[in-house]
T-cell receptor, first 110, second 115 residues
Framework: KNEVEQSPQNLTAQEGEFITINCSYSVGISALHWLQQHPGGGIVSLFMLSSGKKKHGRLIATINIQEKHSSLHITASHPRDSAVYICAVRFKGSNYKLTFGKGTLLTVNP | GAGVSQSPSNKVTEKGKDVELRCDPISGHTALYWYRQSLGQGLEFLIYFQGNSAPDKSGLPSDRFSAERTGGSVSTLTIQRTQQEDSAVYLC?????????????FGPGTRLTVL
């Protein structure tokens, strides 16, 4: 069964802390996306990865294809980073379908 | 330029009624996706359009759900004989070409409540 697991489900941090959110998937993929959803707000695509590492500002995303695992890191976290972070993968052979993790609710306190 | 827009933003309907949800993608984007976000279920893929064709309808949950796209632009998701379990936020996204490397741009969603 093609599954995507995220951890932790909930994460509370103090402003300035380094944050890591994890995503594991069950079988081979062609692409992995990290998405951000603010409370009551829309969804924004942060990264698309098929290998290696990408960085955008304070956000870093890595993927290990052999271990079927990806991490999203936030350096120097800020209250405005508070949101739900969602991992989504395109499994090989699934055409255009994205399969989503259940999301990680991040709360950064000042 | 304008992002993805969806209408209505909220829709309350009675069980058994039909509803239509509309998506206006970013101009020039050939790929369009519909997703559903239910409380406790997370996001689910429903259907993918490339132009006016739907090569992947694998996520539509039942034959009560259908979607079409016209002129390679606007798309409509129709739910017939709505049920309470259809209550969710329905999200539309578009991307330039549908390649796996393309960024998907999401609309604000339509919150559907079936009483």
């Amino acid at each position: 069964k093609n599954e995507v697991e995220q951890s932790p489900q909930n994460l509370t941090a103090q402003e300035g802390e380094f944050i890591t959110i994890n995503c594991s998937y069950s079988v081979g993929i062609s692409a992995l996306h990290w998405l951000q959803q603010h409370p009551g707000g829309g969804i924004v695509s942060l990264f698309m990865l098929s290998s290696g590492k990408k960085k955008h500002g304070r956000l870093i995303a890595t993927i290990n294809i052999q271990e079927k695992h990806s991490s999203l890191h936030i350096t120097a976290s800020h209250p405005r980073d508070s949101a739900v972070y969602i991992c989504a993968v395109r499994f090989k052979g699934s055409n255009y379908k994205l399969t989503f993790g259940k999301g990680t609710l991040l709360t950064v306190n000042p | 330029g304008a992002g993805v827009s969806q209408s209505p933003s909220n829709k309350v309907t009675e069980k058994g009624k039909d509803v239509e949800l509309r998506c206006d993608p970013i101009s020039g984007h050939t790929a369009l996706y519909w997703y559903r976000q239910s409380l406790g279920q997370g996001l689910e893929f429903l259907i993918y359009f490339q132009g006016n064709s739907a090569p992947d309808k694998s996520g539509l949950p039942s034959d009560r759900f259908s979607a079409e796209r016209t002129g390679g632009s606007v798309s409509t998701l129709t739910i017939q004989r709505t049920q309470q379990e259809d209550s969710a936020v329905y999200l539309c996204a578009s991307s330039l070409a549908g390649d796996i490397t393309d960024t998907q741009y999401f609309g604000p969603g339509t919150r559907l409540t079936v009483l």
